[in-house]
Every structure is written in C-alpha cells, then in structure tokens.
C-alpha cells in the first residue's frame, strides 16, 4: 500500500480528530464527577439535655453527613442509630405504640437494636453509642458494646 | 385584495427560493384509510403534548429558581402570587403525563399494526429513545419542586441505580452530584431537565420525524394486499393535517380540564431529617418496574435481588429494541402470530404490574 500525501493528511485528520474530540470528552467527564467535600470528621456530638427529650420519644439529628436517629424509648435506655433506611436510602422513623423502627417507603421493620424484622431491608442500621456526661446526651462513633 | 397579497409573497418567495418541490411533496404526501387509521395519529398528540411541554415549562421557568432554600418557595410564590401560575404549572404536570402515557400508546399501536418493520428499523429505534427520554424528563422534572415525595422518590429512584453492577455507584454519584440527595442533585435535576434532555429530545425527534417524512406512513399488510382500486387514501395536505389539529385542540380541551379541577399538590417542603412519609411512590410509568423488583426474592442465584432486577429490565428494553431485527427459524419474528403475542404480554404484564403497585 502506498502511503502518499493524501494517505498523510487523512490519517492527520483522524487522529487530530480524535484527539479533539478526546480533549473534549475528557475534560467534559471529569467536570460531571462531583468534588469530594471534606467534611470536618465528627467523632461525637452533642444533642442535648436529657430532660429535652421525653421517654418514649425520638430526635433525627445530623452527624457529620450522617443523619442519625436517637430513641428514648424508656426512662432509662437512650439508643442511636443510622437513620438511613438500608434498603433504599429512606429516613427511617420510631414507632411509638410498637417501640420498633420502621421505613415508610417500603414497609421496612428494625428493631430498637437496629436488626433488620421484616420487610425489604437486607442489612443492619448502624449502631452509634450514647453516652450521659453532665446530664448532656452525647453520640459518639464507636460501636455500642453491650 | 388579500389574495393578491398571498400571490405576491408567494411569487416573491418562489423566485428566491424555488418553492416548488416543497409543492409537489405537499401534493404527494397521503395516508392510507383502513380500520386502524386512528392509530397514524398517536405520535402527533405525542408530539403535540411535547410542544405544550416546551411552551409551558419555559414560563414556569420565569419563577422557577433552583436551589434547596429557593426552589420550593418559587413553586409556592407562583401557585400563590403569579396570575395563572397555578395554571401553566398544572398543564406541565398533566400534559407530561399524558405525554408519557401517549408515547407508550404510540410505540405499542406501532407494535400492534408491525409498522416497525423494515424500512422503518431506524424510526423504532430513534422512538424508542424518545420514549426514555420522556421518563426520564419526567423523573428530573419530579425533584424540581422540591417537595416531601418527590425528595423521597428520587433517593429511591437513584439509589436503585446502585445495584446496576460496577458501574452503579457511578452513576448514582453522578446523577445526584455527591453522595446524597442534596442542593447538588437538584442543580443537575434542573440542568437534566431544562438544557440537557430537550437539546438531545429535540434533535432525536428530529430524527424520528425526517425518516417518517422521508419513508411516508407505513401501510398494514391487509392493506397493502387490497387491489388497487380498493385503496383508499386521504391527502396529509390538508385533510389529514385538519384533522390532526382538531385532535390537538380536544387533547388540549382534556388537559386543562384536568389542569384545572385536579391540580397537584405542592405537598410539604423537602427535609433531609424528616422520615419519609407514608405512601411514597415513583410516578406511574415507573410502577411496573418497581413492583417488579420488589417482588424478586433477596437473592437469584448468587446475585442480589436488585441487580438481577435491573440486568433483567437492561436486556428486555434491548431485545425491544431488536424487535424489527428478530427472526423466528427462517421467518422474521413479525410474519409469525408471535409478535402480536409478545406485544400483548408485554402491554399486559406492564398494566397488571402497575395496577398491583397501585393496590
Ligand atoms: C416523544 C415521543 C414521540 C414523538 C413526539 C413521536 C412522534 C411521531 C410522529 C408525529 C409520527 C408520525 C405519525 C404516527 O405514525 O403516529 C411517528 C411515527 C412513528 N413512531 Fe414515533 N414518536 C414518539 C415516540 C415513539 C416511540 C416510543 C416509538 C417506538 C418505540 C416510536 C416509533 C414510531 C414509528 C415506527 C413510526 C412510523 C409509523 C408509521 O410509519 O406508521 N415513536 N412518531
Ligand atoms: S427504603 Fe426503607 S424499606 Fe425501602
């Protein structure tokens, strides 16, 4: 095959062509790719008083990125755990009459230790510990060891 | 007088620009007349309902201000301040609907009378694009206002996508702008939906109209086998246009009749730290496939449940697609009694389904 001018310039053309159109797309796919944010880690956070929340009662409250629920479901047993449905990423909420969690979305059951009952959620909710110091409801990161 | 006013332009025109093949193709174009004549005019109402999308969606976007602290507060200020804001934002909503609802009934009078079917390959192909493109106008459009359900809808409806395997987590990223459901997936909700999809609708419906102006109406096959002097055709200039418009004008009588004694419900403003509230529901098209996937067990096979879900529905809207191309033996899929059979089991399954997500 002879390889003459004319063969020189069509090859140019391609893979000057390619080449922009790759000089393009790259950047283009880059841009689309969301930015990490850098969130200022939280290892514990303080929510409140004790006497703020009532037995048998909850609060959503926000760790870090994480929105987390806290469950007073008597006097004495504060619980917290991922409020985020492990099924399809639905906020979860405490069912006072059945002290259970449950998912709307989809019908989804926890228990208070945050075991998956029934329903489509195939995995645990996070369990975050509480702890009490100076009358303040403290949730920390580490996993509750009880 | 005024008809010599229409003569000069015309002449004016035609010395310039030569009108007269446009003329003759006017002249030419004509659309058969049989039993199933009513079917020719689903894609027109599809497209008509596009237009009303367009029209509409560009008003709203006058108020409409994106952002987690401004979107919902824009809706309500339009609802409740802006002169007929209640109105144009309810025949958005009812019109897309209705536009979803049309392309579905479209493609499946295509299936139906086989007009899929060679030369017209590349108008299904093109139609069926379209047909994702309407569902997924309609569920960026569902986030815009930033409500309780809708905010609900779309963390499930992306996060779905996160069982497509290897590539899910990306997508899903992608689509919600970070990890959450946040500002940054409204700002890209409202980008998808304004700019993107109908720059890439428009040029796909250009497309699919250019091939059918191109190729003419198709003809049924009884049709085609009549003898000559049996065909019975009317003219596409004016007859069938005429009618095409009365059409549009009763489509739209319905559409602002709905607009006006159903309008929908802004409902409460979106919080990340709410729990989702009872009765959260993807929009109807999607029902189908959503009832699907729930019904799947945890696990098929050694795959989740969802992903299994997912690859099942990415194969069959490929096979779909490949319908025009499918041969049984030696036959091709649409001379055998099959096709007919597959189109209503498919339009079956999908109606049961979503009346079952509906109970
Ligand atoms: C935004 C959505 C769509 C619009 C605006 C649209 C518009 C149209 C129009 C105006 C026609 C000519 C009249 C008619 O046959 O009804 C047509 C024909 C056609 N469309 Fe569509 N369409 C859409 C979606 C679809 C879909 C979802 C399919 C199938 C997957 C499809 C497949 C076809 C085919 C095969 C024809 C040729 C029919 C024939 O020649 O008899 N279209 N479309
Ligand atoms: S998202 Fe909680 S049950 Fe589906």
Redesign the interface.
Known sequence: MKYGRREFINSLLGFGGIGGLASIFYPVFQFLIPPEITEAKVSSLKVGRVDEFPANSSKIVRFGRIPVILIRSDRDTFKALAATCTHLDCIVQYNQDRKQIICACHNGVYDLSGNNVSGPPPKPLTVYTVSIIDEQVVISEEKNIV | MSKSIKQRAFVWLDERFDLQPLLKMMDHKRVPIHSHTIWYYMGGVTLFLFLVQVFTGILLLMYYRPGEDSAYESMKFLLTEVKFGWLFRNVHAWSANLMVLFAFIHMFSVIFTKAFVKPRELTWISGFILLLLAMFFGFSGYLLPWNELSF?AT??G???MSAIPFIGDAIK??L??????TG?TLSRFFGFHVAILPLITTLVLGFHLLLIQRQGISETSEFKLLPPEKKRYMSFFPDFILRDGLLWLIINIIVLYLAVFFPWELGLKAD?????????KPEWYFMFMFETL?MIP?HVWFIEGETFGILLFGVAALLWLAVPFARIGRKPLVESKWITILGLVTLSYMVVFTIIGYL
């Open positions: 609900f963390k499930v992306t996060d779905i990223t992608l919600r702008g970070g990890e959450e459901v940054a990340s730290l709410a729990p989702a509230p009872m009765g959260i729930k945890p």
